[in-house]
């Protein structure tokens, strides 16, 4: 489902060298589908995401907390079950230096170790973004999972991940890039969705 997802961090040194010491943690040999990339001011930085990423085993996500929080990460949820998500889903949760959250996830159905396995969006307008993801859903092979009145899931239909849209009282989120696996990206291949995050279409 996601070919990557890239943060714009104020400080690439300090958002760079807690991703370094949490990767590794994930598993052996592990390709990470998250990237970073500098901006110029807090102002245009990523803030508000939400990214899971598989992790080999529920060590490995214990690995991962303890590894980040060495690391100058912030707690944002310690390692543990998470039976409301999933059965047999454990997760571990941390805040990197522009406050995004970022997850170490394992249960059954989760993709190769270091993919992306879900991605929260708090939006603005959730009409808005939920037309906006729909309108690429065939094209990125997505289905409607969950449509709720503070939450719409869009989920893979084959080969596992996720993307919810959350409408609650935080900001959305904001200067993202996603970029999504379609059979036949087309034309425009980079649009924006509602809040401003940049949404690449890439080729299998």
Same mark, same amino acid.
């Given at each position: 489902? %996601?070919? $990557?997802?890239?943060?714009?961090?104020?400080?690439?040194?300090?958002?760079?060298?807690?991703?370094?010491? @949490? !990767?590794?943690?994930?598993?052996?040999?592990?390709?990470?589908?998250? =990237?970073?990339?500098?901006?110029?001011? #807090?102002?245009? =930085?990523?803030?508000?995401?939400?990214? &899971?990423?598989?992790?080999?085993?529920?060590?490995? @996500?214990?690995? %991962?907390?303890?590894?980040?929080? #060495?690391? &100058?990460?912030?707690? +944002?949820?310690?390692?543990?079950?998470?039976?409301?998500?999933?059965? &047999?889903?454990?997760?571990? %949760?941390?805040? +990197? /230096?522009?406050?995004?959250? !970022?997850?170490?996830?394992?249960?059954?159905?989760?993709?190769?170790?270091?993919? @992306? +396995?879900?991605?929260?969006?708090?939006? #603005?307008?959730?009409?808005?973004? $939920?037309? %906006?993801?729909?309108?690429?859903?065939?094209?990125?092979?997505?289905?409607?999972?969950? +449509?709720?009145?503070? $939450?719409?899931?869009?989920?893979?239909?084959?080969?596992?991940?996720?993307?919810?849209? !959350?409408?609650?009282?935080? /900001?959305?989120?904001?200067?993202?890039?996603?970029?999504?696996?379609? =059979?036949?990206?087309?034309?425009?291949?980079?649009?924006?969705?509602?809040?401003?995050?940049?949404?690449?279409? @890439?080729?299998?």
């Amino acid at each position: 489902m %996601f070919e $990557r997802v890239t943060i714009h961090a104020a400080d690439l040194a300090r958002s760079g060298a807690l991703l370094a010491a @949490v !990767i590794p943690a994930l598993g052996p040999g592990v390709r990470s589908h998250l =990237a970073l990339v500098p901006t110029a001011s #807090a102002a245009t =930085a990523t803030r508000g995401l939400h990214v &899971g990423l598989a992790a080999a085993d529920p060590a490995a @996500v214990e690995a %991962f907390w303890h590894a980040g929080l #060495a690391a &100058g990460g912030r707690d +944002d949820g310690a390692p543990g079950p998470r039976p409301q998500y999933r059965p &047999g889903y454990v997760g571990a %949760f941390l805040l +990197d /230096p522009d406050g995004n959250s !970022i997850e170490a996830v394992h249960h059954d159905a989760a993709p190769a170790v270091g993919a @992306v +396995d879900h991605v929260w969006l708090r939006v #603005a307008d959730l009409p808005a973004a $939920r037309a %906006f993801y729909l309108a690429l859903a065939p094209r990125a092979g997505l289905v409607l999972r969950h +449509d709720g009145r503070e $939450r719409v899931t869009l989920a893979a239909r084959t080969g596992g991940g996720s993307l919810s849209l !959350i409408c609650d009282e935080q /900001p959305a989120a904001a200067n993202a890039d996603l970029a999504l696996l379609v =059979a036949d990206c087309g034309e425009p291949d980079r649009l924006l969705d509602p809040d401003g995050n940049r949404v690449s279409l @890439v080729d299998r």
